[in-house]
């Protein structure tokens, strides 16, 4: 597919059948074909479900637009954390978001061959009567992604949250980062009555007055006891040894030559304890990456194989609704080219324009009229519903 003129959007609409519902499709593709391909059609053969009363369909009509809602954000949801969780490699958020059981992307999807094979293989979507079984039941199964992809994302958030904690810990600037996995122990004077190790930041650029002083800031240094223990890119870490009653004169001295004595007690015990609950963070993390993935993998292509059924289900009733009993539409999915959006538009409202002269009367009507969803904002003389792909692009 040519990517450039491709959208990832597809038109999902319906018009009467004429003398066959065929013909109604002939016509629609033979329209949109015959200057230059302004979209690839194909037909979204939806079964025939049993029709209630009018009464009902207008319920059912709201009902769907809420469902319709709810699952595109349960879909865009699982979609937007496969693409947090894949962190570094957004660009195999796309292979990732496989509908129908890894088979096909949505940008691909022909959702009418993927309904297709499910209508046949999945009876449990739909008892063939039009009441709110099959409502109950989309609402169930995409209510339990939702709930579940809650579950799993504050579980594993939480142990990414501690693990960033822990590593930004051991990173950043030597005024502020965790010195444990720096300092070893031969770099301090331990466990002597008089005697303590400072740690100190020098700045690069005041390096050689530290050389210079340090001796000499306070009483009682222990002369050539400082060594460059690290550096990053602005200071050094250097180490110093001295009396333990010098320290706050020390201390005072250094900050006026910019020099920073760090807070630092040298702890085996706690940097172990600190190490060891980053290694466990950072094992659970891989732990949990692939089964999250394998499981977000399987959930959007549930959801958004739900998503193209409640579409389904609404053409279906907003057909009824609009060109009445007996049944006798037909359903075609359209994916347009990016370039003639503007010109297909045109030739869907001259191919379907005569099926409503009171088009113009309707968008001003203030009045609910049974079938048309005035909350759509975009008013058409034949059903028309848009399936957004473009929802599913991470960069």
């Known amino acids: 597919q040519d990517k450039g003129t491709k959208m ?25 074909t015959k200057h230059n391909n302004l979209s690839t059609n194909s037909k ?25 809602a709810f ?18 490699s957004k660009d195999k958020v796309q292979e990732n978001l496989l509908a129908n059981g890894g088979k096909v992307h949505p940008s691909q999807i022909h959702p009418s061959g993927l309904l297709e094979q499910q209508w046949q293989a999945e009876h449990k979507f739909y008892s063939s009567s039009l009441d709110t079984a099959p409502f109950l039941f989309i609402f169930k199964g995409v209510n339990q992604i939702d709930n579940d992809l809650k579950a799993r994302a504050s579980a594993y958030n939480n142990l990414k949250g501690n693990l960033q904690n822990l590593e930004r810990k051991n990173a950043g600037s030597l005024l502020t980062r965790s010195l444990a996995d720096i300092v070893k122990k031969e770099d301090f004077v331990l466990d002597s009555e008089y005697l303590v190790t400072l740690l100190v930041i020098v700045p690069k650029l005041n390096y ?40 706050d004169d020390f201390k005072h001295k250094a900050r006026e030559y910019k020099f920073m004595v760090r807070d630092f007690q040298y702890n ?10 980053m290694n466990r963070l950072s094992t659970d993390k891989k732990k949990q990456f692939g089964p999250l993935v394998r499981w977000l993998k399987v959930n959007f292509s549930e959801a958004f194989i739900a998503w193209i059924h409640v579409k389904a289900l609404r053409v279906f009733v907003e057909s009824v609704l609009r ?14 080219n990016k370039k ?18 009171s088009a113009a009367a309707i968008i001003d009507a203030t009045m609910d009229i049974p079938g048309l969803n005035l909350s759509q904002q975009e008013y058409y003389p034949y059903v028309y519903y848009k399936i957004d792909c473009n929802l599913l692009e991470f960069k």
């Open 340 to 357: 003639t959006m503007k010109k297909l538009r045109e030739v869907l409202y001259d191919l379907y324009k005569h099926l409503d002269s």
């Open 71 to 88: 699952v595109e954000s349960v879909v865009k949801k699982v979609a937007q954390y496969m693409a947090d969780v894949l962190e570094d």
């Open 8 to 32: 990832t959007e597809f038109w999902l609409i319906s018009a009467p059948g004429e003398k066959t519902c065929q013909q109604t499709w002939e016509k629609l593709h033979a329209a949109t």
């Open 323 to 336: 060109y009445g009993l007996p049944v006798n539409f037909q359903a075609m999915l359209l994916q347009p």
């Open 268 to 277: 085996e015990e706690e940097m172990k304890a600190d190490k060891e609950e």
């Open 208 to 247: 050689n007055d530290w050389v210079k002083q340090y001796e000499t800031l306070a009483e009682m240094v222990v002369p050539r006891s400082s060594n460059v223990l690290f550096e990053d890119q602005d200071s050094y870490l250097c180490n110093v040894t001295l009396f333990r009653k010098a320290v």
């Open 44 to 68: 979204f053969n939806i079964p025939d479900l049993k029709v209630g009363t009018l009464d009902v369909l207008v319920g059912l009509s709201d009902e769907l637009a809420k469902l319709d």
